[in-house]
């Protein structure tokens, strides 16, 4: 499936609107976190405010670029997640991290495999 196949405003937003949940610190961040997540899409807080409101319908170049927001943002979350089993394993001894490092580097291949899509238009 193409990037234009499978573009929608409600898919936009959601994403959107995922980036901030992961990216608040908590009650009365929002407005902080729109600003970071603006900045990380080339968009202004306002802007993408009114995309996850639905008052306004993304162009396609926005949706690619809050889509490479969303991969990025998850990308490090999945290299905070590693360096936390690293950390473990280094205090706990590997034999209790091995299923746990799997499933994080298969996750980390299937984002990179994700992104690798993404700029490809598929």
């Not at 170049?61 to 490479?68: D, E, H, L, M, T």
């Not at 280094?90 to 091995?98: E, P």
Request: glycine share 8%.
């Amino acid at each position: 499936m193409s990037t234009v196949d499978m573009f929608s405003p409600g898919i936009t937003a959601n994403y959107a609107r995922k980036m901030v949940e992961l990216e608040s610190r908590g009650q009365g961040d929002q407005l902080n976190a729109l600003e970071r997540v603006g900045r990380e899409v080339g968009l202004k807080a306002r802007a993408l405010r009114r995309i996850i409101n639905g008052e306004t319908t993304p162009s396609l170049a926005v949706f690619g670029r809050i889509r490479a927001g969303y991969l990025n943002l998850c990308e490090r979350h999945i290299e905070r997640l590693r360096l936390e089993v690293e950390t473990d394993k280094a205090r706990y001894g590997d034999a209790l991290f091995t299923d746990i490092d799997d499933e994080v580097k298969a996750l980390a291949e299937k984002l990179r495999a994700a992104k690798e899509n993404a700029t490809k238009g598929r």
